[in-house]
C-alpha cells in the first residue's frame, strides 16, 4: 500500500487500537462509518487525484484498508504512483 494512503488513514487508526494498520485492517474497527467514509473518499480522490468509479463504493471496497487500497490503485495511472505502491508491508500507526 502506498505511503500516502497509510498515512490518510492512521489519524483513525490513531484512535482505535493503536495497532499498524496492514491490508487485513478492518476500516469499520477504526471506526470509519459511513459519514467517515464519505470523508474518506474525498480525501483519497484528492489525493491521488483519481475518482474512484460508482461499482466501487460499496461495503466490500470499503472493507479492509487492503480492499479499499485495491480499489484506489486500479484509478491510479502508471506514472502517478509512488515507488512504496506495490508494497504489502505494514506500517506502525
Same mark, same amino acid.
Given at each position: 500500500?502506498d505511503?500516502?494512503?497509510?498515512?490518510?488513514l492512521?489519524?483513525?487508526?490513531?484512535?482505535a @487500537?493503536? /495497532?499498524?494498520?496492514?491490508?487485513?485492517?478492518?476500516?469499520? +474497527?477504526?471506526g !470509519?462509518?459511513?459519514?467517515g467514509?464519505?470523508?474518506?473518499l474525498?480525501?483519497?480522490?484528492?489525493t491521488f487525484?483519481i475518482?474512484?468509479?460508482?461499482t466501487d463504493?460499496?461495503?466490500? @471496497?470499503? /472493507?479492509?484498508?487492503?480492499?479499499?487500497?485495491?480499489?484506489? +490503485?486500479?484509478? !491510479?495511472?502508471?506514472?502517478?504512483?509512488?515507488?512504496d505502491?506495490?508494497?504489502?508491508?505494514?506500517?506502525?500507526?
Amino acid at each position: 500500500m502506498d505511503p500516502r494512503f497509510i498515512e490518510i488513514l492512521r489519524p483513525s487508526a490513531d484512535g482505535a @487500537t493503536g /495497532a499498524a494498520i496492514t491490508p487485513e485492517t478492518d476500516l469499520r +474497527a477504526l471506526g !470509519i462509518d459511513s459519514m467517515g467514509a464519505i470523508e474518506l473518499l474525498f480525501t483519497l480522490e484528492d489525493t491521488f487525484g483519481i475518482s474512484l468509479p460508482d461499482t466501487d463504493l460499496n461495503d466490500e @471496497t470499503f /472493507a479492509t484498508a487492503g480492499s479499499l487500497w485495491q480499489a484506489v +490503485a486500479a484509478q !491510479i495511472s502508471p506514472g502517478q504512483s509512488s515507488p512504496d505502491q506495490s508494497s504489502a508491508g505494514q506500517v506502525a500507526a
